[in-house]
């Protein structure tokens, strides 16, 4: 887990009825460190507008929507 979890406060997330669960662009970063910051914001929008909860958010999920939005120029 990325330092940036470091600072939330899951107790004002998670419930006995709920749970949260956090992904930031640092963990867009750690799969693709060539994006940019907004390129990273972008993607994870995409994981969410896109989110199948059948599937889940995992970091294959990530890394295949970042590669779709940001194919790697050669």
Known sequence: MSSSYDNL???KHDTKDTIFVCWNTSDVRELRPDLTDEQCRKVLRKVKDGHD???GI???VIETISYDMYPIQV
């Open 9 to 11: 406060d899951w107790t």
């Open 53 to 55: 909860a059948t599937l």
């Open 58 to 60: 995992s970091w294959d």
